[in-house]
C-alpha cells in the first residue's frame, strides 16, 4: 500500500490532540480527572446505542437515549470514590440517586412516545450500565483509593480540592496511567509483533490478530511494567503487583477489544465513531479499557490495603 502522506498528517494530528487532552485531564487534578471520564462516559454511551440501533435496525427516542444515559451517569457516580465531593456533599452519596432518578423519568417518557419498543434492542441498551458506566466508575475509584493508599484510609482533606502541585506530589493518577499505559503498549507491541512474525490468526471476528502478537504483546507489556514500581517510588505497589495487574491488564483489554470488534461486525460499521479523524470514535479508542478496568480494580485494591 503507498504511502499517503494526508492520511498520515491526520492522523498524526489527531494523536497529538487526543494524547494533549488525556494527559491534561489524567495529571492535573481529581476534578479534571473526572470531567475527562465523564465526557469518556457520555461519548462511550452514544455510539453504544448507535451500535445498538444498527444491530436491531431500530431507532430510539432522543429521551429514551439521554435517559440511558443520564441512568448510566448517575451508576457510575454512585461506584466512584468519596475523594470526589462538592463541599460538604459527595458525588457518591449526595449526587448519584437523583441524577439516576432523574434519568429514570426521562427514559420513561421517551418509551412512551414511540408505539412500539423491541425488547431486545431495550435489552441490549441496559447492558450498557455494565459495560460502561460500571467500569468508569470503578476507574474513578482507583484514583481515590490511590489517594487512600498514600494518605491512609480517607485521612486526606477531601473537601479541599486536589491542586496540580498535590498531584504531582502525591500522583494518585499513576495507577489509572499505569492501567491505560497497560493497554496501549500491549496493543502496539501486539500490531508490531504481529506484523513482523504473525502467522496464526486469533479469531474470525478480526482477521488481523494473530495468536503471536497477542502473546507478545502480553509478554512485553508485562516486561515494561515491571519498572513502573521501580521508577515511582511513591507508588504503593510491589513489582510483582505490577506484573499481575499488567497482564491481567493486557488480557482482558484484548476480550474489551474483541467485544467491540464483534459488535461493530454485528452493525455493519468499520469505526465506532468518527470524533478521532482516523482513529474512530471513543468506543474505538477505549473498547480494551472498558474489560479492564474491573479486572485492574479486582487485583488493585485488596493489594494497596492489605497482604498480596
Given at each position: 500500500m503507498a504511502f499517503n502522506f494526508q492520511v498520515f498528517k491526520t492522523r498524526a494530528l489527531t494523536a497529538i490532540v487526543f494524547a494533549v487532552v488525556m494527559l491534561a485531564g489524567l495529571l492535573w487534578n481529581h476534578w479534571s480527572f473526572f470531567v475527562l471520564f465523564s465526557i469518556i462516559h457520555f461519548g462511550c454511551w452514544w455510539e453504544y446505542l448507535k451500535l445498538t440501533e444498527k444491530i436491531h435496525n431500530t431507532a430510539f427516542h432522543i429521551?429514551?437515549?439521554l435517559g440511558l444515559m443520564l441512568m448510566g451517569y448517575g451508576f457510575m457516580l454512585g461506584i466512584c470514590h468519596p475523594l470526589f465531593q462538592i463541599g460538604a456533599y459527595?458525588?457518591?452519596?449526595?449526587?448519584?440517586?437523583?441524577v439516576s432518578g432523574a434519568g429514570f423519568a426521562i427514559l420513561v417518557m421517551g418509551i412512551f412516545q414511540k408505539d412500539q419498543v423491541k425488547l431486545k434492542a431495550f435489552g441490549m441498551a441496559l447492558t450498557g450500565l455494565i459495560y460502561i458506566s460500571f467500569s468508569w466508575g470503578l476507574m474513578l475509584d482507583i484514583y481515590g483509593f490511590a489517594m487512600d493508599s498514600i494518605h491512609g484510609h480517607q485521612v486526606y482533606p477531601y473537601a479541599v480540592p486536589v491542586t496540580f502541585e498535590e498531584s504531582q506530589r502525591y500522583m494518585p493518577w499513576l495507577l489509572p496511567v499505569v492501567i491505560i499505559v497497560s493497554i496501549?503498549?500491549?496493543d502496539t507491541m501486539a500490531y508490531i509483533v504481529g506484523s513482523l512474525i504473525?502467522?496464526?490468526p486469533l479469531t474470525k471476528i478480526s482477521p488481523k490478530k494473530t495468536w503471536e502478537g497477542t502473546i507478545g504483546g502480553i509478554i512485553l507489556t508485562v516486561g515494561i511494567a515491571f519498572l513502573i514500581p521501580l521508577l515511582f517510588d511513591k507508588i504503593e505497589?510491589?513489582?510483582?503487583?505490577?506484573?499481575?495487574v499488567a497482564a491481567v491488564t493486557a488480557i482482558s483489554g484484548t476480550f474489551g477489544d474483541l467485544f467491540e470488534s464483534k459488535l461493530k461486525r454485528m452493525a455493519g460499521v468499520k469505526d465506532s465513531g468518527s470524533l478521532l479523524p482516523g482513529h474512530?470514535?471513543?468506543?474505538?479508542r477505549f473498547d480494551s479499557l472498558l474489560f479492564a478496568i474491573p479486572v485492574a480494580w479486582i487485583v488493585l485494591k485488596p493489594c494497596l490495603f492489605g497482604p498480596c
Open positions: 429521551y429514551t437515549k459527595s458525588l457518591k452519596d449526595s449526587i448519584a440517586l437523583p496501549w503498549i500491549n504473525g502467522r496464526t505497589v510491589e513489582p510483582v503487583v505490577a506484573l499481575i474512530g470514535g471513543f468506543l474505538d
